[in-house]
């Protein structure tokens, strides 16, 4: 026994510990690169140089920009959950004239970026714009002495114009809980003399408040990730300030503190959402609900019902893509279109893709080790990968920074030694950062979008396939993957779209030689001509059609 111990010792594996699932290192390696740039942000905004840092911002920048950020954040919300919930409840009660339209064409504006958005709207409201122009025109008015218009570069305007854009995460969150209401329980309601009115208050929106709280997380996230229209309509947010710290002072550990105060918001906003969504819990019948008969509208109310429900498609949508469309066609820009932007073009394709692909292929692999796996933890550790999400773009793209030029110094040092040749910064100076950036923020769609998708598999397939013999990646290739191959599709549909107009952590992250089209865009407008760069916008906006159209039609049941 003695003599054949050590034999067995040797050919032990040199892991000490072994997953039930090959898949669980795919879940360590998504919480991993969430959890690597927090804690190099929180390291490197507790270095000796920044505390001499801190009494300046505490005293100078973050109280103005905390003070605008609150102010952005409440204004937003307030209007989006305003226009979100009214024509939620609207396309879901009553039938009046362009409903079903109204049902998609109210996400339509999920495909405008917000910075390109605040772009148009300064241009079409200017001077020169195309509406103070027919204004004069109308009125024979000559100069702003002759007439008072209201600048939309202030917060007032930020709020309107981020909230346009914005509402549609409250109105899928909304629409879908007001759609699950059953029949009898509204009737019940009737029957003891409720008005529309006050099942709207009493029943529709206290069942909606867990997808209200949803909905207007993901819509104030994204405010905070926002550092485009932030900057051009002169609200000095917490993320411009990251911005202008980092990149106009030169000051890393300064803007390290700043992301830290603004990741404090952030926890604040999941907290207050999970708050919001378990004060009260409600149950559905688990048989399928009878739909709610609508109400039919006729006459004034048909048409206030289809004013409300216009309105923001007009504006939110119709009239930016109207003025981008107008820049191309009267520029001629189409017949102006150089090798720069076809390079362009190609750069942000290429980097979408590749970070698309990498998301779908760690979100599936994440999502698999929760199914497969008998580790209680796995499940924790997907959620932990899918916080990136939350964290916006500036802070990312800074946590990033020091472990990634840390890791390319290593590359660099071992190619020197083993090849002879340095590299110099190949991660942060091929692109290679954005990639993992893309995929750090966006991972958490993957995992979302995979696992809906997974849910519809009954486990009693698993269980056959199984017995049959397949393991695991086998029955992860033939079994899941042509059950969830749908909801993959959409997953990386929407994660290219999301990296083709990620700004923040762009502009960060790219090396100098490297543009995208939000970019190029984002160059333009902060040189002050934004026509020129209108046909990279028009591009970026069709790009992001298609996805919101799906993901509203998704959610469309017919009546």
Request: glycine content about 8%; some cysteine; hydrophobic content about 55%.
């Amino acid at each position: 026994m003695s003599l054949d111990a050590p034999a067995r010792s040797l050919r032990r594996p040199s892991f000490p510990w072994r997953p039930s699932t090959h898949f669980a290192w795919a879940s360590l390696l998504g919480a991993g690169l969430v959890a690597t740039p927090l804690i190099a942000l929180a390291l490197t905004a507790l270095s000796p140089e920044a505390a001499q840092i801190w009494p300046h911002l505490a005293a100078n920048v973050i109280p103005r920009a905390l003070g605008d950020t609150l102010r952005l954040l409440l204004g937003v919300g307030a209007l989006c959950a305003v226009i979100g919930v009214t024509t939620a409840w609207l396309v879901t009660q009553y039938d009046f004239p362009g409903r079903r339209a109204f049902e998609w064409l109210l996400v339509l504006p999920l495909a405008m970026p917000t910075y390109i958005t605040a772009y148009i709207y300064v241009e079409f409201l200017g001077f020169q714009g195309p509406f103070q122009t027919a204004l004069r025109a109308l009125t024979g008015w000559r100069s702003l002495r002759d007439y008072w218009f209201p600048d939309p570069r202030n917060l007032v305007g930020a709020i309107v114009i981020m909230a346009l854009v914005l509402y549609p995460y409250v109105y899928l969150s909304v629409r879908a809980l007001f759609g699950l209401q059953g029949a009898a329980m509204v009737e019940a309601a009737r029957t003891l003399g409720a008005s529309r009115r006050r099942l709207f208050w009493r029943i529709g929106l206290p069942m909606a408040r867990p997808a209200l709280a949803a909905g207007l997380t993901l819509a104030l996230l994204e405010t905070l990730n926002d550092v485009g229209a932030t900057e051009y309509l002169g609200v000095r947010s917490l993320t411009l300030s990251i911005y202008t710290t980092w990149v106009n002072r030169g000051s890393l550990p300064g803007a390290a503190q700043i992301a830290c105060v603004m990741l404090v918001m952030v926890v604040g906003l999941i907290l207050i959402e999970k708050r919001l969504r378990g004060q009260r819990r409600f149950a559905l019948s688990v048989r399928q609900p009878r739909p709610v008969g609508r109400t039919r509208l006729t006459g004034r109310a048909a048409l206030s019902a289809a004013l409300i429900c216009a309105l923001p498609v007009l504006f939110g949508a119709l009239l930016p893509i109207g003025f981008l469309l107008r820049e191309v066609l009267s520029r001629g820009l189409l017949e102006q279109a150089d090798a720069a932007l076809l390079r362009n073009l190609a750069n942000a394709l290429l980097l979408a893709s590749l970070a698309s692909g990498l998301v779908v292929a760690l979100g599936l692999a994440i999502a698999a080790a929760s199914r497969l796996g008998r580790e209680a933890w796995l499940p924790a550790l997907a959620r932990t990968a899918s916080l990136g999400y939350a964290v916006p773009g500036t802070v990312l793209a800074l946590g990033l920074l020091v472990p990634l030029a840390a890791l390319d110094n290593r590359l660099a040092d071992a190619a020197q030694t083993w090849l002879g040749v340095n590299p110099g910064l190949f991660l942060i100076g091929s692109g290679a950062a954005l990639v993992i950036a893309y995929t750090v923020r966006f991972l958490s769609i993957a995992i979302a979008g995979i696992e809906s998708g997974l849910a519809r598999v009954s486990p009693r397939i698993d269980d056959a396939a199984r017995l049959l013999g397949a393991g695991a990646p086998e029955l992860l290739r033939r079994v899941h993957w042509p059950l969830m191959r749908p909801a993959i599709t959409a997953a990386a549909l929407l994660v290219f779209v999301d990296c083709l107009k990620e700004l923040p952590a762009t502009l960060l992250l790219r090396p100098l030689n490297l543009d995208t089209l939000a970019t190029i865009v984002y160059g333009h407008a902060s040189r002050g001509s934004f026509e020129d760069g209108a046909l990279a916008s028009l591009l970026i906006v069709l790009a992001g059609l298609y996805p919101a159209i799906t993901l509203a039609r998704a959610g469309d049941k017919p009546a």
